[in-house]
């Protein structure tokens, strides 16, 4: 069965530090998605990416956040300046076709020191 | 604005009885609902959706969620709990109206007892 995988699986960087976040979707599928979730609760939606821009972002997703599908495979969350804050498990997913049936990776640790 | 609420944090049944995990919503238009569930150290998995037609929807594992417009309620349910259902079970909203925005509750955490 296709999946979504995210590279690295956890990351531990020091406060300031550029973090670059890893995901391939699934093959055909259009629609892109980041979601974080702090301490194992709250999924909270950062990004949507569609037609290689954008869609809609959350207040959360600032200037020190960027998203890019640099290559037509991976499509990555860079954040450029960590904050202590910024510790949470990141979620890639991606949708064939705006259906809302997301299929997410397996998530990336960032812990924040 | 769209919200979604989970009343229980925590909710435990034993094996074989039926199980229903609350979920409430709020959008200023029509919604499409979502349940994903998430075992540990793992992403979160769709289980059933709701669009249109249909109050009742079917999902995955024997799930199942009635929409109830007027309660704005989407509760899940099963009629016979396993003990491997123990999961973090998500509700999700979006407004059909505004965006690809996927708005999750908070999680309510289901603990089958053998």
């Known amino acids: 069965e296709p999946e979504v995988t995210q590279t690295p699986s956890h990351q531990v960087t020091q406060m300031g530090q550029e973090v670059i976040l890893r995901c391939v979707p699934i093959?055909?599928?259009?629609?892109f998605y980041w979601y974080r979730q702090i301490l194992g609760q709250k999924v909270e939606f950062l990004v949507s990416?569609?037609?290689?821009?954008?869609?809609?972002k959350s207040e959360i997703f600032d200037d020190q956040f960027s998203v890019e599908r640099p290559d037509g495979s991976n499509f990555t969350l860079k954040i450029r300046s960590t904050k202590l804050e910024d510790s949470a498990m990141y979620f890639c997913?991606?949708?064939?076709?705006?259906?809302?049936?997301?299929?997410f990776g397996e998530g990336s640790r960032l812990t924040v020191l | 604005a769209q919200s979604v609420a989970q009343p229980e944090d925590q909710v435990n049944v034993a094996e074989g009885n039926p199980l229903t995990v609350k979920c409430t919503y709020s959008?200023?238009?029509?919604?499409?609902l979502f349940w994903y569930v998430q075992y540990p150290n793992r992403g979160l998995q769709f289980l059933l959706k709701?669009?249109?037609?249909?109050?009742l929807v079917k999902g995955s594992y024997g799930f199942e969620a009635e929409f109830n417009k007027s309660q704005t309620s989407f509760h899940l349910k099963k009629p016979s709990a396993l003990v491997s259902d123990s999961a973090l079970y998500f509700c999700?909203?979006?407004?059909?109206?505004?965006?690809?925005?996927?708005?999750f509750g908070p999680g309510t955490r289901l603990s089958v007892l053998p």
């Open positions: 997913a991606s949708d064939r076709a705006d259906t809302g049936e997301l299929f």
């Open positions: 093959s055909n599928h259009l629609y």
């Open positions: 990416f569609y037609n290689n821009e954008i869609s809609e």
């Open positions: 959008v200023s238009g029509n919604p499409y």
């Open positions: 709701y669009i249109t037609g249909d109050n």
């Open positions: 999700a909203v979006r407004d059909r109206n505004y965006g690809q925005n996927f708005v």
